[in-house]
């Protein structure tokens, strides 16, 4: 009897939509390359630079009058910044985000118009805004309360909304055969349900803004940014140090109570 060997399978070669894409890519990488006058080389050549930077700025200065104390009162300022630009913005990502979810929503006309209004604000960076109170009501930590709660109610709002659209649709279903209205149905089964998640998502920001506020005392906006800015402006290189080593434990805090409080509320 004779037994028949199977034919190797033959060898795929990638579609030319495949090709195509791959092409794409390499040739995306090689613009962003020449763009960006990305060059090891100069990276190389300019290793003196860094560490002559490195034999200014360590160790750093802990002197407690004039560097540590102020950056650690800065540090609160930061944090503050951050809290109340998270805080201020839940009424109104929340409206916004139950306006945004196909299970909350009025209509089609509120669901675009909230999804138009939470992209505009997330779309504008907390910098951009910024900027655009410190003009109006001048430099200070206030401007940067503002600017973190026009940015963070987009994103927020975003995140809250696709966390209610995807909650279980039985107690939904559930109520609206009963005849609720939808402010019952989201009072009652959306936000309950989803609620774990929202608070999550809350914390997440949360953790965000007080790195975003660091960001925004570069642009005037108080904080510890605005020391570190000040800092590098008089090319004080050890203090700037300084001031990165208590944001660097600030976020840790910040970072570790999240984790906590999100491992509470799963638990």
């Given at each position: 009897m004779?037994?028949t060997t199977?034919?190797?399978?033959?060898r795929r070669?990638?579609s030319?939509?495949?090709?195509?894409?791959?092409?794409?890519?390499?040739?995306?990488h090689?613009?962003?390359?020449?763009a960006?006058?990305?060059s090891?080389?100069a990276l190389?050549?300019?290793?003196?630079?860094?560490?002559?930077f490195?034999?200014?700025?360590l160790?750093?200065?802990?002197?407690?009058d004039?560097?540590?104390r102020?950056?650690?009162?800065?540090?609160l300022?930061?944090?503050?910044?951050g809290?109340?630009?998270?805080?201020?913005?839940?009424?109104?990502?929340?409206?916004?985000a139950l306006?945004?979810?196909?299970?909350?929503?009025?209509?089609?006309a509120?669901?675009?118009?909230?999804?138009?209004?939470?992209?505009?604000?997330?779309?504008?960076?907390?910098?951009?805004?910024?900027?655009?109170?410190?003009?109006?009501?001048?430099?200070g930590?206030?401007?940067?309360?503002?600017?973190?709660v026009?940015?963070?109610?987009?994103?927020?709002?975003k995140?809250?909304?696709?966390?209610?659209?995807?909650?279980?649709?039985?107690p939904?279903?559930?109520?609206?055969?009963h005849?609720?209205?939808?402010?019952q149905v989201a009072?009652?089964?959306?936000?309950?349900?989803?609620?774990p998640q929202?608070?999550g998502?809350?914390?997440?920001?949360?953790?965000?803004?007080?790195r975003?506020?660091?960001v925004l005392?570069?642009v005037?906006?108080?904080?510890i940014?605005?020391?570190i800015?000040?800092?590098?402006k008089?090319?004080r290189?050890?203090?700037?140090?300084?001031?990165?080593?208590?944001?660097?434990?600030?976020?840790i805090?910040?970072?570790?109570?999240?984790?906590?409080?999100r491992?509470?509320?799963?638990a």
């Open positions: 004779t037994v199977p034919a190797p399978p033959r070669w990638p030319p939509l495949a090709l195509g894409i791959v092409a794409a890519v390499v040739a995306l090689v613009f962003a390359w020449n960006t006058g990305f090891p080389a190389v050549q300019g290793a003196d630079g860094i560490v002559g490195f034999a200014e700025a160790p750093p200065d802990l002197t407690w004039t560097v540590l102020p950056s650690l009162e800065a540090a300022v930061t944090l503050g910044i809290l109340l630009g998270t805080t201020f913005s839940v009424p109104f990502a929340l409206v916004l306006l945004a979810a196909r299970a909350t929503t009025s209509g089609p509120a669901y675009q118009v909230a999804r138009s209004v939470l992209s505009f604000l997330r779309s504008v960076p907390d910098v951009v805004f910024a900027l655009i109170f410190v003009t109006a009501v001048g430099l930590p206030f401007a940067g309360v503002l600017a973190l026009f940015h963070n109610t987009g994103v927020l709002g995140l809250w909304a696709e966390a209610m659209e995807e909650t279980d649709l039985g939904r279903d559930a109520l609206r055969v005849g609720a209205s939808r402010v009072a009652h089964a959306v936000l309950p349900t989803a609620l929202l608070v998502l809350l914390l997440y920001r949360f953790d965000v803004n007080v975003s506020s660091l005392g570069l005037g906006a108080g904080g940014g605005f020391l800015n000040q800092s590098i008089l090319f290189f050890d203090e700037m140090v300084t001031h990165i080593l208590v944001v660097l434990v600030l976020v805090v910040v970072d570790q109570l999240s984790a906590l409080i491992r509470r509320i799963g």
